[in-house]
């Protein structure tokens, strides 16, 4: 596979709900699949009860037409984005660690076997939901690495884990350490931003988000041609021959 910013071969997603996927890391998705990667988004959930505010405010609303809204939206914005998309379905506000769902996240992430993972930080007070993600693919990615589980399967190797921005990331103690250039495929993000009708309201703040990071990305030795950037945190060290 072709390398790009987020690391060589395949990427894998994993987000707690349909939408979180496409403003925090969807000019990730872009980049990397415009580079030739495979990218592959685990939704983990639609998001239906907590993150679908547009829908809830119609008439005679269900909870099973919100997840067909929202798996259309996520699958429409995911196709626009140049990823695969799954969803496993299991219910959000509150989200639960079930042992099912440590086993599904587990098998997906030796089947597509990801030189590099992206999901949420390891705090949101806001949204528990988040937090718990982190700790179920930093579980997962544990027990995917281990030689004695399922010998159906191989074991990854030392897979790089990035968090994506939070919402508030003062609270979340997000402190990004990449600033990935996402100017090339900045108006394909927003495309697909534009479907997600459920959550419509924050375009507007992603979008100028990419322009801050930007301007951030240009003054931490960044090109001058970077117009548009997305935050991440590494969980792990990156491994070098050279200082740099």
């Given at each position: 596979?072709?390398?790009?910013?987020?690391?060589?071969?395949?990427?894998?997603?994993?987000?707690?709900?349909?939408?979180?996927?496409?403003?925090?890391?969807?000019?990730?998705?872009?980049?990397?699949?415009?580079?030739?990667?495979?990218?592959?988004?685990?939704?983990?959930?639609?998001?239906?009860?907590?993150?679908?505010?547009?829908?809830?405010?119609?008439?005679?609303?269900?909870?099973?037409?919100?997840?067909?809204?929202?798996?259309?939206?996520?699958?429409?914005?995911?196709?626009?984005?140049?990823?695969?998309?799954?969803?496993?379905?299991?219910?959000?506000?509150?989200?639960?660690?079930?042992?099912?769902?440590?086993?599904?996240?587990?098998?997906?992430?030796?089947?597509?076997?990801?030189?590099?993972?992206?999901?949420?930080?390891?705090?949101?007070?806001?949204?528990?939901?988040?937090?718990?993600?982190?700790?179920?693919?930093?579980?997962?990615?544990?027990?995917?690495?281990?030689?004695?589980?399922?010998?159906?399967?191989?074991?990854?190797?030392?897979?790089?884990?990035?968090?994506?921005?939070?919402?508030?990331?003062?609270?979340?103690d997000f402190v990004p350490n990449l600033l990935l250039d996402i100017s090339?495929?900045?108006?394909?993000?927003?495309?697909?931003?534009?479907?997600?009708?459920?959550?419509?309201?924050?375009?507007?703040?992603?979008?100028?988000?990419?322009?801050?990071?930007?301007?951030?990305?240009?003054?931490?030795?960044?090109?001058?041609?970077?117009?548009?950037?997305?935050?991440?945190?590494?969980?792990?060290?990156?491994?070098?021959?050279?200082?740099?």
């Amino acid at each position: 596979m072709t390398a790009s910013a987020t690391g060589r071969g395949p990427v894998l997603v994993v987000s707690a709900h349909a939408a979180d996927f496409v403003w925090r890391a969807g000019g990730a998705v872009a980049l990397s699949a415009s580079r030739g990667q495979q990218v592959h988004v685990l939704c983990l959930t639609f998001g239906e009860k907590g993150e679908s505010q547009g829908l809830w405010k119609q008439p005679g609303m269900t909870l099973e037409r919100v997840k067909e809204a929202r798996r259309d939206e996520a699958s429409r914005a995911a196709k626009v984005l140049g990823a695969e998309i799954e969803f496993l379905d299991v219910g959000d506000y509150p989200l639960r660690a079930t042992d099912a769902l440590y086993d599904s996240v587990t098998a997906t992430i030796r089947r597509i076997n990801p030189a590099t993972i992206i999901t949420h930080p390891v705090k949101d007070p806001y949204n528990l939901d988040h937090s718990l993600t982190h700790e179920i693919v930093l579980r997962s990615r544990m027990v995917a690495q281990a030689a004695g589980h399922d010998r159906s399967s191989q074991p990854i190797g030392a897979t790089q884990v990035l968090q994506f921005e939070p919402h508030q990331p003062e609270q979340c103690d997000f402190v990004p350490n990449l600033l990935l250039d996402i100017s090339e495929v900045f108006e394909r993000k927003v495309e697909a931003m534009r479907i997600m009708g459920a959550q419509g309201h924050l375009v507007a703040y992603y979008t100028d988000l990419g322009v801050r990071r930007g301007v951030q990305a240009v003054r931490n030795g960044g090109p001058r041609s970077i117009t548009h950037a997305e935050a991440f945190q590494r969980v792990f060290p990156v491994v070098g021959s050279e200082l740099l």
